[in-house]
Structures are given as C-alpha cells and as structure tokens.
C-alpha cells in the first residue's frame, strides 16, 4: 500500500473504482506516511483520521466520481466544517467553522476525502512557513530549507507523499513559490476563476488553487474548481472546453518572451539564471520562438503600493478573529509581523486603499498590453534558492525589513496577482544542491489552457514526477 503514495490521483481512483483496493486502504496508506514523516517535515496543522475514515468508508467500488477516495488536505486558512481553521495564528487557535468552503464543497462533490488542514506562515503573510504557533514546515528535498509559503505545508504535504494533491491559494505568489521550492506544480488561476465563497467575496489579489506534481492533475482540479457560485459577484467567463481536453491539444509555434528583470531589481542566483536559460533552449527545440524581452515594470516603491491593497487583505483574517473572541488580539497572540501589517492596513484611509487599488489597476493595464506582442512570458519564479530556515519569519525585531526581503527572495510573482493573469510554476530540473528549479509561465487573461498546453510540452520532455525526496521513503 505504501507504493500508492506516488500513484496519480487519476490512477488512486481508478483502482478503487475497480475495488483493486478500498477508498478506506487508500486513506489508510496516506494516515501512516503522515505519522511516519511528518514529524520530520511539520506540513500539517491538523490531522482528523477518524473523520477522513468514516468518509472513505462511505465510497464502494464503481463510484463514478472522479476522485473517489483519493485523499487531500486543505489548507488552514480555507474552512472546513469540524476541521482547525487557524491561520497558523495562537489568535485563532480554537476556531473551527460549522461550514464548508464552496471549493471544499466541490472537491467532496468529485469524491476527495479530506485527511486534514496544512500549516502556513501566520495569515499567510510570508513566501516562507515558520509560524510561532503552529511551527516550522521544512523542505523535503532539504529539511533545512523551506518548502516556501504561504502555501508551505501544502506543498510540504505533496512533495513528500503524504496526500497526491493539496489546496493552497495565492496572494502575491502563495501557490508557485512553494511548487517552485518543492518541485510541484502550481498555477495561480484567472482572478474570478475559482469562487472564493462563501466567507469571502472579490479579492484584487488572491486566488485559491491546488499544489501537484502533474500538469494533469492541476488541469483536472481546475476543472473541479473553476466556475461560478450562487453570490459571486464577478467570475471568469466559462472556457470553451474543458481544461483537461485542451491541455491536450498541440498550442501551436508560441511566440513566448523571457526576462530576468524584476521590480525589484534583484539580481537572481546563478542556478536560476541557468534554470531560465535552460527552459528557454528547451522551449526553443519543442518550436517555439524564445526572445528577450519585458514588460515595462514598476519602480521599486511599487511594493508600499502592492502592501496598501496586500495588508487589508491580511487583516481580513485578523478581522475574522476579532469578531469571533469579541475582543482585539493580545500582544502575544499574534506574530511581530502580523501586528505591524495589521496596523499599517488600519491605518489607512478608505481612499487611500482605494488610490492603491486604481494605481495598480493601471499598471495592471500596461503590463497586460505587452502581451498583444507574446502569447507567454517567461520568468524565473525565485531570486534565490529555497531559504534556510530560521532566515525569514514574523518574529523578527524589524517586521517591514523583514518584509521587504521576502519581496527579494520572490520578485517574479506578485505582479501577476496584480494583473490578474494566470501564471504556473513549472520544474525544469534538479540542481546540485538537490533542490528543484522551476520556471514560471505567464499567460494572457484567461488563458490557462495555454500554460498547461506547454507545461504539459515541458513535463513531457523532462519529466518531474518519478523523482523522490529522501525523507519520502523513511516509512
């Protein structure tokens, strides 16, 4: 049963469709790979087995559902009825919601059993998960390092096989630091492509989405995932067809620009620059056109804007903690980082909050102009490898220092949350330090068929899924 940890989600539930096994053995297996590794590894909050068991025990052989009794976890910032939903935070240590998320609805409704929720930076702040409350999630590839974050302990989960799929979403680049840091898939979805209902309406930023380790799986999720709920208030248009029958298809000669330039003016690691070189040869053998060039970017104070619309987001989650105890958080209940951006967000004025929003809706404008002249952008997803850790956390004795230098570690991400555009982080290799590379993959508004139609070219060329972390096989 143990050999089921690095099965495909398709294959997991197509032999317990077939009773080659039970929905029951399947969460079984995935149980005792989270006791054995992840006391080494720390990716999840929150472990309901009991729960997660009595859902399996429910799915027979032959339920056509396309996911039945392939197990998941949900990242601890999304609700889950019975399950802690804690942002990582002391604050909110005993919330547990009486609901479900419109998505976790959804990944029931196509046959998920969910095994639990997975650890995050507190309020999903930083691109590295050291919560003090609920501890340090580390790296599989090298558990000195981070897996990345916020969507850390998900990613954690993924890599190690503990669970085939996990949820994460993405804020400032949430989903694909963390697949570029544990050698996932990750693709940050359309604004309005997933319904972020019922607790949260529009978000300018944010996108929920799932870590993989196949460009299939990721294709399949979204569509499970994607469409509109009763509510919403925008949402993307329908696709034509369905992800999974248009990753399929060949996208054609792509005219695909590549850059190094970031915002930020960070110089990138060398193993970087190789890695983008290399996917840019890659792109070119499989007949793509491959030229330098970049948007026009935003100069470097660009970061206080992106924070005057980030921070309120952050202190919705803060927010939801007030209401529930009745009364603000005590000094030691939340992190030195989380207080400093919860205090900058209050203190800014409507109209300042909305400034920031219409300055970035007009960046949002120029950048996506570059693309009438490119079907794909080209970017690293890091400026750096994976960070040791202890380097970046919320305790720090300077939080916006602190801060600023989790937007230099991951220059290449947030921008796209601002333009709303869907973005993949793909593996293209191993390095010799064992850690992944991975690229991005930036595409037109609405044109997630296109990334997965040449990450599924990447994948198949080099591909990722067979390679296995060390502390994956200590069971």
């Known amino acids: 049963m143990e050999a089921l940890a690095f099965l495909p989600a398709t294959e997991l539930a197509a032999r317990v469709r077939d009773g080659s096994f039970t929905a029951r053995e399947a969460v079984e297996a995935a149980l005792r790979r989270i006791d054995a590794i992840d006391p080494q590894i720390g990716a999840f909050i929150e472990v309901d087995a009991d729960a997660a068991l009595a859902e399996a025990d429910a799915i027979e052989p032959g339920d056509r559902r396309p996911f039945a009794g392939v197990p998941i976890a949900v990242k ?37 059993v969910i095994v639990g929720t997975t650890n995050m930076p507190e309020f999903g702040i930083l691109p590295t998960t050291e919560p003090r409350h609920t501890g340090v999630t580390r790296n599989p590839w090298d558990t000195a390092r981070t897996p990345g974050g916020s969507s850390g302990g998900s990613a954690a989960a993924v890599a190690a096989g503990l669970v085939p799929i996990a949820h994460g ?7 694909r630091i963390p697949a570029a840091c544990c050698g996932l898939v990750g693709l940050k979805p359309s604004r309005g492509r997933i319904s972020r209902g019922p607790d949260l309406g529009d978000s300018f930023l944010a996108s929920d989405g799932v870590l993989t380790r196949t460009v299939t799986e990721t294709a399949l999720l979204l569509d499970v995932l994607a469409g509109y709920e009763p509510g919403d208030a925008t949402w993307a248009p329908r696709p034509v067809e369905p992800y999974t029958l248009a990753m399929r298809r060949d996208p054609g000669r792509l005219r695909i620009a590549m850059t190094l330039a970031n915002a930020l003016d960070v110089d990138a690691d060398p193993e970087v620059v190789h890695g983008l070189h290399s996917a840019a040869a890659l792109l070119r053998d499989l007949g793509h056109e491959v030229v330098d060039d970049s948007p026009a970017l935003p100069a470097p104070d660009s970061l206080d804007i992106f924070l005057q619309v980030f921070g309120p987001g952050i202190a919705l989650g803060i927010g939801l903690g007030e209401r529930l105890e009745g009364r603000p ?55 750096a490898r994976p960070l040791p850790i202890g380097e970046l956390h919320g305790c720090g004795d300077e939080p ?75 069971v």
């Open 76 to 112: 601890a910032n999304t609700a889950v009825a019975g399950l802690c939903m804690n942002f990582a935070s002391r604050f909110l240590a005993g919330h547990r919601p009486t609901h479900n998320a419109y998505l976790v609805r959804r990944l029931r409704a196509a046959g998920f």
């Open 169 to 175: 979403n993405d804020g400032g680049g949430s989903l």
């Open 329 to 383: 958080p005590d000094e030691d209940e939340i992190e030195p980082m989380s207080r400093t951006v919860l205090e900058l967000a209050r203190a800014l004025p409507s109209t300042g909050y909305l400034t920031a929003v219409a300055q970035l809706q007009l960046l949002a404008r120029g950048t996506v102009a570059f693309f009438a002249d490119y079907d794909v952008l080209l970017t690293p997803v890091l400026a």
């Open 400 to 474: 916006l220092a602190d801060l600023r230098r989790s937007g230099r570690f991951a220059p290449y991400t947030a921008l796209f949350n601002v333009t709303g555009q869907p973005a993949i982080s793909v593996p293209v290799g191993f390095a010799e330090d064992g850690l992944p590379t991975a690229v991005q993959l930036v595409g037109h508004p609405l044109a997630e068929e296109t990334l997965l139609q040449l990450a599924a070219q990447i994948e198949e060329a080099r591909p990722w899924a067979g390679h296995r972390p060390a502390v994956a096989e200590r």
